[in-house]
């Protein structure tokens, strides 16, 4: 009993934390934000989701899959969300009316001037 609701707490927040995100992606004003709520997002939501299985279905075989599922999510969704922001710069998507500083200044490579 005390498993299943500790299993359900983590499902809930992760999923919680998903839906968050998707609203962030409907509701954020520029590119930027939207990449960085979604790589947030898939990250935790994701890991909490995957805990909350495997404290539903504790095993060894599900603790290695569930692990080796948080590590990828965790070193992928940052990496990807990085990857398509920067695309997304390097097509000059528009900054929020709200920015206040571009700390690239229009350096497509990031290279000191």
Excluded: H, W
């Amino acid at each position: 009993m005390i498993r299943t609701a500790a299993a359900s707490v983590l499902l809930l927040l992760g999923t919680a934390l998903i839906a968050i995100g998707a609203v962030g992606l409907i509701r954020l004003p520029d590119v930027y934000n939207r990449m960085n709520a979604v790589a947030k997002a898939a990250g935790l939501g994701l890991s909490l989701v995957l805990l909350g299985v495997l404290v539903l279905l504790p095993g060894v075989r599900t603790a290695v899959v569930v692990l080796v599922a948080v590590g990828l999510q965790l070193f992928t969704a940052p990496v990807g969300g990085y990857a398509l922001a920067r695309a997304a710069y390097r097509a000059e998507a528009p900054l929020a009316p709200v920015t206040r500083y571009d700390e690239l200044g229009g350096r497509v490579d990031g290279e000191p001037e």
